[in-house]
């Protein structure tokens, strides 16, 4: 085992050193769509090699899985997941709600994680067993019970179908990591989302863990990231507060 707290100082480090990037080549921006429809920028690109480079001199060897240039697999040496832009529509029309992550798993499981919201001002941080921090400022832990219907919940994929009312107030923002940092301020009460993978929400997830918050299919099982680490999607789950009145098992 690491010493996962140096890490997650490194990674946030370089994080910021890659938000800087992003904003500088963000005047040479050129955007293409991909196969699915959803947009990536040279800043994207770029910004992957930069990580990747940087991340493998802290974990020689470890695999790494990034949006813009896919997947090898966890190593002894442990296993890095990272988006280099969270939400590229909303970087590349000029919207602030935008983010870095990088997580890193040993073991199966998320052992650090690291969001850079650069326009927001706002950067999270969270070791497994160590709290969660804005700022590093410690984030309060999140109160459990219900959510009640003036609460915002935000709705990660519009593409998901619900066939039962789910609490809350939806909202969408189009980056994950926006969202989850704020179920874990508590700006929103609870997230749900679809069609993700773990390089957008690994980060986010230790983040709501240790602030309190559980991570659960919608069939209402556990989150297991270690069914997740490769190209596949996430199945849908439920990020917010232990103890709600999420109708888990019956929103299909």
């Not at 983010?99 to 927001?120: D, K, N, Q």
């Not at 109160?143 to 593409?159: C, K, M, N, R």
Request: with cysteine.
């Amino acid at each position: 085992m690491g010493d996962w707290q140096k890490l997650n100082q490194a990674t946030e480090q370089l994080l910021k050193q890659a938000a800087i990037i992003a904003q500088e080549q963000r005047k040479h921006l050129k955007i293409d769509q991909k196969k699915d429809r959803t947009l990536v920028t040279n800043v994207d690109r770029d910004i992957e090699v930069f990580l990747r480079e940087q991340l493998d001199k802290l974990t020689p060897g470890a695999g790494v899985y990034g949006e813009e240039y896919g997947h090898s697999p966890a190593t002894e040496a442990g296993y890095w997941v990272i988006d280099p832009i969270d939400g590229t529509s909303n970087f590349a029309y000029g919207q602030p709600l935008w983010g870095i992550t990088a997580a890193y798993l040993y073991g199966g499981r998320i052992v650090s994680g690291v969001i850079h919201l650069p326009e927001v001002g706002e950067t999270y941080t969270a070791v497994d067993g160590f709290g969660a921090y804005k700022n590093a400022e410690p984030i309060p832990i999140v109160a459990p019970g219900i959510i009640e219907s003036t609460e915002l919940v935000a709705h990660a994929d519009s593409q998901v179908k619900y066939r039962k009312q789910t609490p809350g107030k939806m909202r969408h923002i189009g980056a994950f990591v926006v969202e989850s940092s704020f179920v874990a301020t508590q700006r929103y009460r609870a997230l749900i989302t679809g069609t993700i993978k773990l390089y957008d929400c690994a980060a986010g997830i230790i983040i709501c863990r240790e602030s309190g918050c559980e991570a659960r299919y919608l069939t209402g099982e556990p989150f297991d990231e270690s069914r997740h680490q490769g190209p596949d999607y996430c199945d849908p789950f439920y990020l917010g507060p232990k103890g709600s009145n999420f109708p888990f098992g019956s929103v299909f």
